[in-house]
């Protein structure tokens, strides 16, 4: 069961974060930059929803993902799959997206 709520959880980021990134993208496109400049701003901005999401979360469920003690038989399968689809998100929404968009 936890695993599923970790699938659920998996795909809502990454199309939040895909569409604040193509969001971002297009407002710079309009200010008439160059289309690799945008993408390489997009991709690299402070707020770049990929790599802060991804980070911030990987960081506490990688020590989630290797508990033993009480509540591991939960904490673990849900770890597990968030950590796994933050990591492949993160490599998607950064370069994947941005063939497919183009």
């Known amino acids: 069961m936890s695993a599923g ?3 659920i959880a998996v795909f809502v980021v990454p199309v ?3 569409v604040v990134m193509v969001s971002f993208i297009n407002q710079l496109r309009t200010q008439r930059m160059a289309l690799e ?3 390489r701003e ?3 901005h402070p707020s770049a ?5 991804g980070a911030c979360c990987q960081f506490r469920l990688r020590l989630d993902g290797s508990s033993t003690g009480t ?3 939960v904490q673990r399968p849900l ?3 968030v950590t796994g689809g933050l990591i492949t ?3 998607l929404t950064l370069v994947v997206l941005l063939v497919i968009w183009v």
């Open 5 to 7: 709520i970790g699938f």
């Open 37 to 39: 400049e945008c993408y």
């Open 89 to 91: 998100s993160t490599l």
């Open 16 to 18: 939040l974060n895909g």
């Open 42 to 44: 997009g991709c690299t």
């Open 71 to 73: 509540g591991a038989e």
């Open 49 to 53: 929803p990929g790599i802060d999401d």
């Open 79 to 81: 770890a597990t799959v």
